[in-house]
């Protein structure tokens, strides 16, 4: 045996001493530090968890606890998941998401998880009270999904601190969450997914495309239903690089169709349904090379000709809902 693998198996051993470690069988676990078990801890208190789901948060060995990944370098807490796993599509509040829910508070406890990097609470019931403004502290964060958990009142405008964050969902379409500006976005520097479906956007003004327009790594854009209007759409040009899906169906623009999309070649989805279009479809539609689905449905005053629309890579496309003459 070489000196390397020795002094790796003293420094192995010395870790099950000091509780960095933690062996099941063949395999060698490592353990979370107290600080972040307190931290767990206390948040698992503030929530009220009626079917058990964290039953296993309990013990020392947190990176074992359901839910939690850990660096396996350091034991590090790094993602907190505990999404609902068996929503229920329904619209009564008190059933939606299932059975398997949690609710209660959101404890500040996390802020003590300096290398939490997910966190994914979506598909509970958090009975309408506000998304935890603390959440803008958590530097470290490249994932937030806080989708459908039944919060309300304004978005925090601090979620824009997070500049190391990738994806950001905090779609709401049956509860009262609302943002008046989206200018706090631009902080959002690093991200590729944006989703606020349902959320209501009627008062963030007529430079919501701006400001997306700005974030250099946006791949994907959803804003069904967010009671955006007017004829923002209407832009001459947008520098969306690396967008790849779009959705901003359900809103009431009554607008002339954005001939910007047909330059975004990285497109593969759109849905522009129901959002109150008119004019021309761009023919240029046909020419996107990676363009898979496009629903321009219930636009009742947009018009195409078929026999051009379908031409070239449109041949193979079988993903499309739109009328055209």
């Given amino acids: ?167 950001l969902d905090v779609s709401s379409p049956f509860s009262g969450l609302a943002v008046s500006s989206l200018e706090w976005v631009r902080g959002l520097v690093s991200l590729k997914h944006l989703a606020i479906n349902g959320v209501d956007l009627s008062m963030v003004g007529s430079n919501w495309l701006g400001v997306l327009n700005v974030l250099p790594h946006l791949a994907e854009i959803h804003l069904s239903g967010c009671g955006l209007s007017g004829s923002v759409l209407s832009h001459s040009s947008v520098n969306f690089t690396s967008l790849s899906v779009i959705d901003l169906s359900l809103n009431h623009f009554d607008s002339i169709f954005p001939d910007w999309l047909v330059n975004i070649s990285s497109l593969s989805y759109v849905d522009l349904s129901n959002c109150g279009l008119y004019g021309r479809i761009p023919l240029g539609f046909s020419e996107l090379p990676s363009l898979q689905y496009l629903s321009l449905a219930m636009n009742d005053n947009l018009s195409a000709s078929c026999s051009q629309l379908f031409q070239g890579s449109w041949k193979k496309n079988r993903g499309s809902q739109f009328g055209c003459k």
Avoid at 32 to 39: A, E, P, Y
Avoid at 93 to 116: A, C, D, F, H, V
Wanted: hydrophobic letters at 35%; one cysteine or more; charged letters at 15%.
């Fill in 1 to 167: 045996m070489g000196k390397v693998s020795i002094l790796g198996l003293v420094l192995a051993v010395l870790g099950v001493l000091a509780g960095e470690f933690v062996c099941n069988g063949d395999t060698l676990y490592i353990n979370c530090s107290l600080s972040d078990r307190k931290s767990l801890t206390d948040f698992k208190h503030g929530l009220e968890d009626p079917e058990n789901r964290l039953s296993s948060w309990k013990g020392t060995h947190c990176c074992q606890w359901r839910g939690i990944s850990c660096d396996n370098t350091n034991g590090a807490v790094i993602s907190v998941d505990l999404h609902n796993p068996y929503p229920v599509s329904s619209a009564e509040s008190s059933t939606r998401y299932g059975y398997w829910n949690l609710s209660g508070e959101i404890r500040p406890s996390l802020l003590k998880l300096k290398s939490l990097q997910h966190l994914d609470l979506s598909l509970n019931t958090f009975n309408n009270i506000p998304i935890p403004t603390f959440l803008g502290s958590m530097r470290s964060l490249r994932y937030l999904n806080l989708s459908e958990a039944g919060f309300s009142g304004a978005v925090p405008l601090n979620l824009g601190n997070l500049s190391s964050l990738e994806f």
